[in-house]
Nanobody, 125 residues
Framework: QVQLVESGGGLAQAGESLRLSCVAS?????????MGWFRQVPGKEREFVAA?????????VYGDPVKGRFTISRDNAKNMVSLQMNSLKPEDTAIYYC????????????????WGRGTQVTVSS
């Protein structure tokens, strides 16, 4: 079992930046997991934000709404994945979830095996 704990959410104004972090514990070697970030607002489905591949994380994928603004990265020595969010927009407001998949790379909700509890990000205009 992998436990994931997100941090770094909060309030920001449009145009500002936030950095989310997710620390993993349990589940063996962290580098074996593809890692991803998703977000969700009430009444809507969970939306893919970004993912990076297992091991060194050399392959990354981003959802269209965040391309060019968000950057996902991992530090296997710290069992951590981060999401740098720049040029934030009010439509980025959501609960952000970190997830781990026991596969090479994953972009869909059903492909992920473990989930954190989420961290709220609120962007005001």
């Amino acid at each position: 079992q992998v436990q994931l704990v997100e941090s770094g959410g909060g309030l920001a104004q449009a145009g500002e930046s936030l950095r989310l972090s997710c620390v993993a514990s349990g589940g063996g070697t962290f580098s074996r997991y593809a890692m991803g970030w998703f977000r969700q607002v009430p009444g809507k489905e969970r939306e893919f934000v970004a993912a990076l591949s297992w091991s060194g994380g050399h392959n990354t994928v981003y959802g269209d709404p965040v391309k060019g603004r968000f950057t996902i990265s991992r530090d296997n020595a710290k069992n951590m994945v981060s999401l740098q969010m720049n040029s934030l927009k009010p439509e980025d407001t959501a609960i952000y979830y970190c997830a781990a998949a026991d596969r090479g790379l994953a972009t869909r909700v059903w492909e992920y095996d473990y989930w954190g509890r989420g961290t709220q990000v609120t962007v005001s205009s």
